[in-house]
């Protein structure tokens, strides 16, 4: 296996945004850095909810503050990939910045390069590169959802139409390989290539799997590996490997990325179905129209009877009955607390952050360690 370069400036030559140049977007302005003072958590609408987004945002910005600047450039190394002549274009990549949310990914892997021997040049490249990848899969899941928000605003394809946002997914994922061709070592584009190739094949198999109530709980971890998980082992992984960690702290660190991708998942299955709108700032409810079997359902089908399954089976293919969403989503909701589902896929998800965090005990004490121990409960807790 090629051995990662060790070298800061493992740019090739005459690659301007690998090269750090082109500081300014297409209109000529500098775009915001990620990391800023004055950050404010937005208001959930309720006075509890602003409180726990200003104990998220306060966590967050903590795990951001170790790797701020690496953060900031990987921002701007995204923005400036993305430079076009055409206006449409310009106008819909900035669109997608507010897609950026907590940016866990590229956190992990420059959190993980730290703590595996420190944050090279070649990292924040890598951080662009797994964001670009990330919103790519955001921008296509949209369409496939048919969903109408996401951060607070209307969706891409909602904005633009389903063909539009399909092709700027695509534009990114083309762009995201561009910009890992500016690195010397080619294991960066094998990894991601590899891993949007096991992206592509969870999608294809959660779709093949919609109202296949015989899904058992094996192959939802499977389908969720892959679909989510993917990207966050290859963030990891990259995040150490360039940080010239050996092969078996390589390994780890996929491992634990692995494991908090299936949590992050688990956890973002439940918050679907439990949370508010208005809180997540995105469309919820879509798993549920859409029949996509989730481990808190999966759970009270294998336990309830026949009855009850059928009564969950005719809640979640009545998206258009006349009831409303927020009824039928309180329907579904009870009748999974009724049976100890909902807790039996967070107990679920408990067990795969605790298992995540077992994988950092290879890495010596440090502050960005505790950061990624710090992250893995993030998971459970977050609302957003």
């Not at 950050?39 to 790797?67: E, I, K, N």
Request: one cysteine or more.
């Amino acid at each position: 296996m090629a051995k990662p370069s060790r070298s800061p400036d493992a740019a090739k030559p005459g690659n301007r945004v690998a090269q750090g140049l082109d500081h300014a977007t297409p209109g000529g302005a500098s775009r915001t850095p990620y990391i800023r003072p004055e950050a404010r958590p937005r208001r959930a609408g309720t006075a509890s909810g602003f409180r726990r987004d200003v104990a998220v945002m306060t966590d967050h910005l903590t795990l951001h503050r170790l790797v701020a600047d690496p953060l900031n450039e990987s921002v701007r190394l995204f923005d400036a990939e993305l430079e076009s002549r055409e206006p449409f274009v310009r106008e819909l990549c900035a669109r997608i910045s507010r897609y950026r949310g907590k940016m866990l990914r590229p956190t992990l892997l420059l959190l993980t390069a730290r703590a595996c021997g420190g944050v090279r040049r070649e990292h924040a490249v890598l951080a662009a590169v797994v964001e670009m990848v990330h919103i790519a899969t955001l921008v296509h899941d949209d369409v496939l959802d048919a969903a109408d928000t996401r951060r607070d605003a209307p969706t891409i394809h909602r904005m633009t139409g389903n063909e539009a946002a399909v092709l700027l997914g695509d534009y990114l994922i083309s762009h995201a390989y561009h910009l890992c061709s500016s690195l010397e070592s080619p294991r960066a584009a094998r990894r991601i290539a590899a891993a949007t190739n096991r992206v592509c094949e969870g999608e294809l198999m959660q779709v093949h799997r919609r109202g296949d109530w015989s899904l058992d709980e094996g192959a939802y971890i499977a389908i969720i590996r892959a679909k989510t998980a993917e990207l966050t082992r290859a963030a990891c992984e990259l995040g150490a490997a360039f940080a010239g960690a050996d092969e078996a702290i390589v390994r780890a660190m996929g491992d634990y990325g692995d494991d908090l991708g299936v949590a992050f998942q688990i956890v973002d299955d439940l918050l679907d179905l439990t949370a508010e709108e208005a809180e997540m700032g995105k469309t919820l409810g879509r798993d549920a129209d859409l029949e996509k079997p989730t481990l808190a359902a999966i759970r009270f089908m294998a336990t309830a009877t026949e009855a009850r399954r059928r009564e969950l089976m005719a809640l979640m293919g009545e998206a258009d009955s006349g009831t409303t969403e927020r009824d039928r989503r309180g329907r579904i909701r009870g009748l999974l607390e009724s049976a100890g589902a909902l807790g039996y896929a967070h107990e679920t998800a408990r067990r795969y952050v605790a298992s995540a965090a077992g994988h950092l005990a290879c890495l010596p004490e440090s502050a960005a360690r505790e950061a990624l121990r710090t992250a893995a409960g993030f998971v459970l807790e977050r609302r957003r």
